[in-house]
């Protein structure tokens, strides 16, 4: 048998799970696991600048394909707690990523020493194993199960400490007939399926509500031809964005009471039934009148964790199953009711929501200086054409980008959606472009966002992983400062000041340009809106020939508010903008205003 230690047995499954790539920082009590990386060779390694930054970067790099199973590394103590929000953001959104820790000594975990923490108590909550191993020889088999639990079930991350004593200890272990253990997902029965579909067959208004958990599947194919055998038009979510075209016919826009398109919230109100698969029913869809939300209309609720299924609200019917295993079913029952002829003409229902989708639009052309938003989203729509991978995490400019901005693909809008930790956009596009080093990868930051994790991009400078960032500057704290409306104050969210080093920027305080190309990075400022096209051509021009990443920083009119609901409520949504009465107002929707 051969013997290696610890740590090189743990690289070596790595490679045999599939990993080709880890982000990570290195330090005293991982090392021999570093050490382990380079004589074993085949994966590649990404020096993030912190160790929150590599989980993010993980992130990015699992959400961009499937199968993508992203690692991040660190070392003791801090570095472990830093990851911490990335096992949160990866766990709330159903994403796989491996968080491997180095630790003290195991004699001295208990003694306080240096950078020891109990980590796998404090991940424990956001994860769906954490373990620090105390014995060598459990390191493949924990290792092993990692794997297994990551892909199986609902997806979700897992973090391994591993002592530096337990890293060198030498242990046998066999790489070559080591292998993975089988996946579990639960599947649909064709009972439950048939069952699922009366309910369709039974409805005149029916809508399919799309979650990531079909883009997690890789069933977005399915899922649209199954939409399209039925003639079910189809709401994407937020995380399922990009599982049907935005301008499919059967594409009925976003629902919701921030992330939604005007068509989409009004297609939804006059449903009658919902199909809902992989997906979680998140406040930010439903909003928190579960009432207005729910009446007049049934549903069944198809998700790959059982648990999921009555949490927000009781579905008339529930299928514990993985959304591709239940949409092979949908699509096969689908395919005999049309072959029998006994699938409704849904052509009327169709029509009524793309005639929604072509008179319900929100503005996007105003020529204002300083900018209004909505019209760097209308030129982003110029030019970054159907293939561009979007990154994005949270805020004003997150929202009004899911509103405006067009996704034709599954995995080209990525988004953390359930926790929206800010500083989370540049790692994780650095994680999508490093995944997919030919895509035209986008990020869209707020100042805010941008400045929390801002020395991420030396690392895409440093390892020359091209993309381009738009941000958008308003020196506010902007979502916050509109939720603190309701409240009558304006408190704690100004990011302005006049910079002594920069004074051209009046009150925009941060100069983003200086600390982009002080960064290694290019760099472009507009004011104008007849500037931004020219600059976002110009940016993909430097990303090509520099191979770094490219800042084009759009410099906007302090206050904007975006629309949303100011009650939760998805029927009562507050347009602040004048909305579109002619073509010319949002000359980039997907449907010309009629």
Known sequence: MPRMTAARAAVEILKREGVTHAFGVPGAAINPFYKALKEGGGIDHTLARHVEGASHMAEGYTRTHPGNIGVCIGTSGPAGTDMITGLYS??????????????????????????????????????????????????????????????????????????????LTEIDFDPETYEPLPVYKPAATRAQIEKALSFLLES??????????????????????????????????????????????????????????????????????????????????????????????????VDIEPTQIGKIFAPDYGIASDAKAALELF??????????????????????????????????????VPMKPQRVYEEMNRAFGPETRYVTTIGLSQIAGAQMLHVYKPRHWINCGQAGPLGWTIPAALGVAKADPEAQVVALSGDYDFQFMIEELAVGAQHRIPYVHVLVNNSYLGLIRQAQAGLDINFQVNLEFENINSPELGVYGVDHVKVAEGLGCKAIRVTEPDQLLPAFEEAKKLAAEHRVPVVVEAILERVTNISMSRTMDISDITEWEELATEPAHAPTAVRPLS
């Open 204 to 301: 005149e208004r029916p809508l399919i509500v799309a979650g990531g958990g079909v883009i997690g599947a890789d069933a977005s194919g399915l899922l649209a031809e199954f939409a399209e055998l039925t003639g079910t038009p189809v709401i994407p979510t937020l995380m399922g964005w990009g599982v049907i075209p935005d301008d499919h016919e059967l594409n009925a826009g976003m629902v919701g009471v921030q992330t939604s398109h005007r068509y989409g919230n009004a297609n939804f109100l006059e449903s009658d039934f919902v199909l809902g698969i992989g997906n979680r029913w998140a406040n930010r869809h439903t909003g928190y009148k579960l009432d207005v939300y729910t009446k007049g209309r049934k549903f069944v609720h």
């Open 90 to 167: 990866a766990i709330g959104d159903s994403i796989p990523i491996l968080c491997i820790t180095g630790q003290a000594p195991t004699h001295v975990i208990h003694k306080e020493d240096f950078q020891a923490v109990d980590i796998a108590s404090i991940a424990k909550p956001v994860t769906k194993a954490a373990t620090t191993v105390l014995e060598a020889a459990q390191v493949p088999g924990v290792f092993q199960q990692a794997f297994h639990l990551m892909r199986s079930g609902r997806p979700g991350p897992v973090l391994i400490d591993l002592p530096i004593d337990v890293q």
């Open 331 to 368: 699509v096969e029952v689908a395919r005999e009711l049309k072959a029998a002829g006994r699938l409704p003409d849904r052509s009327a229902w169709i029509a009524s929501t793309q005639e929604r989708k072509a008179t319900l639009l929100r503005r996007t052309h105003f020529d204002d």
